[in-house]
């Protein structure tokens, strides 16, 4: 495998303007390819946006969403592709022919679709079908897979994926800010956000605090560095509906170190470049090839009634 120079992206998105958002990912994409990027990676659903999909009908929902991959977004999404010579990754809903209904994250390039994922624990509608696969792509001789959001903190997930081939873990969100049961979990005023350029230092102080940027370290370097993988998070920045997120996307190595990361409040991507050599210099893949199974196969597989409790989404009805 070659070196990667891969570009990671947040924006403010619109709820439900299709076209809206694909103009940013395209003067992105553009931006990030005159910077010699072979890839950039965009949040979860960032074609449709997010979180205004928990009020939606049924109806609403298949207006919305896309057939994959004869849709007009990702028809343009291959477009932009194309025309900037760069592997361009996005998430949307997708309908199928019976109506059913899903969360997907697409990649594609200049021929068009190259993967495409469904979520495996969707919940911002009740009308969402569950994913019921792991999906594993080449990207320039790199083996990449896809997890969205919640899929992330089941950590078998994680492994699954990576024991799967993948190097590279893309690791699409919309998170932060939002209330939980952990300590230092909420919202974050809109009012921050709208006084950003006379008060940017009130803004950062909670965006990277226990409501944002610290709680994501509890975790998201421990999934890179104990599977070995680069993880390419996404996540958008400002107003999603009426929940405002913190961006932070950034690209995390083997190793659990933060090598590139978007610091602005603006529309705006980090680049890293991926050098495969840390995928087996990283201790995690040394733990990989040291593994019992024999010891926890019938642990881990066991039956159990799986539950979704997600506290933000309440709250966010309430609000």
């Given at each position: 495998?070659?070196?990667?120079?891969?570009?990671?992206?947040?924006f403010?998105?619109?709820?439900?303007?299709?076209?809206?958002?694909?103009?940013?990912?395209?003067?992105?994409?553009?931006?990030?390819?005159?910077?010699?990027?072979?890839?950039?990676?965009?949040?979860?659903?960032?074609i449709?946006?997010?979180?205004?999909?928990?009020?939606l009908?049924?109806?609403?929902?298949?207006?919305?969403?896309?057939?994959?991959?004869?849709?007009?977004?990702?028809l343009k999404?291959?477009?932009?592709?194309?025309n900037?010579?760069?592997?361009?990754?996005?998430?949307?809903?997708?309908?199928?022919?019976?109506?059913?209904?899903?969360?997907?994250?697409?990649?594609?390039?200049?021929?068009?679709?190259?993967?495409?994922?469904?979520k495996?624990?969707?919940?911002?509608?009740?009308?969402?079908?569950?994913?019921?696969?792991y999906?594993?792509?080449?990207?320039?001789?790199?083996k990449?897979?896809?997890?969205?959001?919640?899929?992330?903190?089941?950590?078998?997930?994680?492994?699954?994926?990576?024991?799967?081939?993948?190097?590279?873990?893309?690791?699409?969100?919309?998170?932060?800010?939002?209330?939980?049961?952990?300590p230092?979990?909420?919202?974050?005023?809109?009012?921050?956000?709208?006084?950003?350029?006379?008060d940017?230092?009130?803004?950062?102080?909670?965006?990277?605090?226990?409501?944002?940027?610290?709680?994501?370290?509890?975790?998201?370097?421990?999934?890179?560095?104990?599977?070995?993988?680069?993880?390419?998070?996404?996540?958008?920045?400002?107003m999603?509906?009426?929940?405002?997120?913190n961006?932070?996307?950034?690209?995390?190595?083997p190793?659990?170190?933060?090598?590139?990361?978007?610091?602005?409040?603006?529309?705006?991507?980090?680049?890293?470049?991926?050098?495969?050599?840390?995928?087996?210099?990283?201790?995690?893949?040394?733990?990989?090839?040291a593994?019992?199974?024999?010891?926890?196969?019938?642990?881990?597989?066991?039956?159990?009634e799986?539950?979704?409790?997600?506290?933000w989404?309440?709250?966010?009805?309430?609000?």
């Amino acid at each position: 495998m070659k070196n990667l120079k891969i570009a990671t992206a947040q924006f403010e998105n619109k709820s439900g303007d299709k076209s809206y958002n694909l103009s940013v990912i395209e003067k992105l994409s553009q931006k990030a390819a005159n910077e010699g990027c072979d890839v950039i990676s965009f949040h979860e659903c960032s074609i449709t946006g997010y979180t205004f999909a928990r009020h939606l009908s049924k109806e609403q929902m298949l207006d919305l969403a896309e057939i994959i991959p004869s849709g007009e977004s990702i028809l343009k999404l291959t477009h932009i592709a194309k025309n900037n010579n760069i592997v361009i990754l996005a998430g949307l809903f997708e309908k199928d022919e019976n109506d059913n209904l899903f969360k997907a994250y697409i990649c594609v390039d200049k021929n068009g679709l190259v993967a495409k994922y469904r979520k495996l624990h969707p919940f911002i509608n009740p009308y969402l079908t569950p994913g019921d696969r792991y999906c594993i792509f080449e990207i320039k001789g790199w083996k990449c897979g896809i997890l969205i959001c919640y899929d992330n903190n089941i950590i078998e997930n994680v492994r699954a994926t990576k024991l799967l081939g993948a190097d590279i873990i893309f690791m699409p969100h919309v998170t932060m800010c939002t209330p939980s049961t952990r300590p230092g979990a909420g919202f974050v005023a809109p009012r921050l956000w709208e006084n950003r350029e006379t008060d940017p230092t009130s803004l950062r102080l909670e965006f990277d605090g226990m409501k944002g940027r610290d709680w994501l370290m509890k975790w998201l370097p421990a999934r890179a560095y104990d599977n070995a993988v680069y993880a390419v998070f996404s996540n958008p920045i400002g107003m999603d509906d009426n929940q405002l997120k913190n961006g932070c996307s950034m690209i995390i190595d083997p190793f659990g170190d933060v090598v590139a990361e978007c610091r602005s409040f603006d529309d705006s991507f980090a680049t890293a470049i991926l050098t495969p050599e840390k995928c087996v210099q990283a201790g995690g893949s040394r733990y990989i090839k040291a593994r019992r199974p024999e010891l926890y196969r019938n642990i881990i597989g066991q039956n159990h009634e799986s539950e979704q409790n997600v506290a933000w989404l309440n709250a966010g009805k309430k609000s």
